[in-house]
């Protein structure tokens, strides 16, 4: 079975950084694409990041390209999400997802992703 937990939320304010983990088990092969994703209150999900396990290959939304980079640590079985330059419009819950994939072929498209963990709420003031 596939379990994701985001974690690494908080508030900062505008200008400053956060760091999200995803931790991911039931992983059966590195064949699998690991999403961001965000939504904020009244807003639908919005796709932020994909890194595909196999190749390291990366997917970003134009929004968050520049300031947000995602990468994995193969020890820890875990997906960073380094978010910097951060925006009051940042603000939202992060969540992580997988699935059996590349990032070429499924993007940042939140409908791709079976397999979803709790969010981590994360708050910029202005």
């Known amino acids: 079975e596939v379990q994701l937990q985001a974690s690494g939320g908080g508030l900062v304010q505008a200008g400053g950084s956060l760091r999200l983990s995803c931790g991911a088990s039931?992983?059966?092969?590195?064949?699998?694409?690991i999403g961001w994703f965000r939504q904020a209150p009244g807003k639908g999900r919005e796709g932020v990041s994909c890194i595909s396990l196999n190749d390291g290959s990366t997917v970003y939304a134009d929004s968050v390209k520049g300031r947000f980079t995602t990468s994995k640590d193969n020890d820890k079985n875990t997906v960073n999400l380094q978010m910097n330059s951060l925006k009051p419009e940042d603000t939202a819950v992060y969540y992580c997802?997988?699935?059996?994939?590349?990032?070429?072929?499924?993007?940042?498209?939140?409908?791709?992703?079976?397999?979803w963990g709790q969010g981590t709420q994360v708050t910029v003031s202005s």
């Open positions: 039931g992983l059966t092969s590195e064949n699998f694409a």
């Open positions: 997802a997988a699935e059996w994939s590349h990032c070429d072929f499924i993007g940042v498209e939140p409908s791709e992703y079976d397999y």
